[in-house]
């Protein structure tokens, strides 16, 4: 089996900074994007950021400046580092990945349980 676990999620203050992980782990045989979604309350999920294994990246609008996506493909991880903090970045956190296992040639797409951020003076 494959598993993404996230880490590094928590309470911080407007315009602070939080750093948020996830590890993926099991019979991987390949990885290609990985990305964070996140879902505030009444919202839908939405796509934060994206990276591919080659290291492209891709964020959206409302992060852009703030937002840095970044992956260590040895390690089989992804990290949001998020600065400048607001409000409105207040949200459940998903990492998502597409994973080719060891038992096939195509990618699976797998998603992590979710690390909860808030932000709130």
């Known amino acids: 089996q494959v598993q993404l676990v996230e880490s590094g999620g928590g309470l911080v203050q407007p315009g602070g900074s939080l750093r948020v992980s996830c590890a993926a782990s099991g019979r991987i045989r390949s990885i290609n994007d990985m990305r964070w979604y996140r879902q505030g309350p009444g919202k839908q999920r939405e796509l934060v950021a994206a990276?591919?294994?080659?290291?492209?990246?891709n964020l959206a609008d409302s992060v852009k400046g703030r937002f840095t996506i970044s992956r260590d493909n040895a390690k089989n991880t992804v990290s949001l580092q998020m600065n400048s903090l607001k409000p409105e970045d207040t949200a459940a956190y998903y990492c998502?990945?597409?994973?080719?296992?060891?038992?096939?040639?195509?990618?699976?797409?797998?998603w992590g349980q979710g690390t909860q951020v808030t932000v709130s003076s």
């Open positions: 990276i591919t294994s080659g290291g492209t990246t």
């Open positions: 998502n990945a597409y994973v080719t296992p060891t038992w096939s040639f195509f990618p699976v797409e797998y």
